[in-house]
């Protein structure tokens, strides 16, 4: 018998099954094997896709590069000539990015790959000079990324937090780990902030999406 958990789990399979993974998708999978990162899911890769282009998003940050699917994903949402900046602690996963945007024919010109902890690099961007803010490195430090990329976006830019149900252990109350605690103070945060208008979706393990007023 079908219980109301089946049935919403099946939905939740559908929708990430929603795009065809392609080329992409299947390169980048390849190459986060590689460097032994979990790649976003192919539901959050469109849906990336799909608020770059919604936002028309010419400059973007990404903390958190994995081998580069969600970078890949949001330059080829936004607009022709818009500038991906990624940071990443880990220079494996820096290499794995460029090689995949360069495989993919976006000219080295249109990113700016930085090496570090984000932690480090953030303080250094400039303040509201972007349109998008993309945070996947996150677990115990989301509140503190989170300041700075709402620091980031000028008025009416859109910030992005993945993995925001922490894997699925954000709704169980029992869960106290420090990530889980960390993405439900994340969520409150954004929630309570007059400042922005904010969703969350269940793409992938969690998409919460802030719109800068
Ligand atoms: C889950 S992966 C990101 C997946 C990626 N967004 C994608 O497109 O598939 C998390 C990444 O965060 C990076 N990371 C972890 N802690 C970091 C930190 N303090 N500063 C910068 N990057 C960090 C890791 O090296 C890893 O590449």
């Known amino acids: 018998m079908s219980t109301p958990e089946k049935t919403k789990y099946a939905s939740w399979a559908y929708a990430e099954e929603h795009s065809v993974p392609d080329e992409l998708v299947e390169r980048a999978r390849v190459l986060a094997a590689n460097v032994g990162t979990d790649p976003i899911s192919d539901g959050t890769a469109a849906a990336l896709t799909t608020l770059a282009a919604a936002c028309r998003a010419r400059s973007m940050v990404g903390i958190g590069l994995g081998a580069g699917l969600a970078g890949a994903a949001l330059l080829r949402g936004a607009a022709a000539d818009a ?38 690099v953030l303080p250094r961007l400039t303040p509201e000079g972007y349109d998008l803010v993309f945070i996947d490195a996150a677990g115990e430090s989301a509140v503190d990324y989170l300041s700075h990329g709402l620091r980031l976006l000028h008025p009416g830019g859109t910030l992005i937090l993945n993995d925001a149900l922490d894997g699925d252990r954000v709704p169980k109350p029992a869960v106290r780990e420090a990530s889980t605690q960390a993405m439900r103070r994340a969520e409150a945060l954004l929630r309570e902030d007059d400042a922005v208008v904010t969703a969350m979706f269940s793409t992938g393990t969690g998409v919460l999406v802030a719109v800068k007023r």
């Open 83 to 120: 500038v991906f900046t990624g940071i990443d602690a880990d220079a494996d996963c820096v290499s794995a990015t460029r090689q995949l945007l360069g495989s993919l024919g976006v000219a080295s010109s249109r990113t700016r790959l930085i090496t570090g902890k984000a932690t480090e």
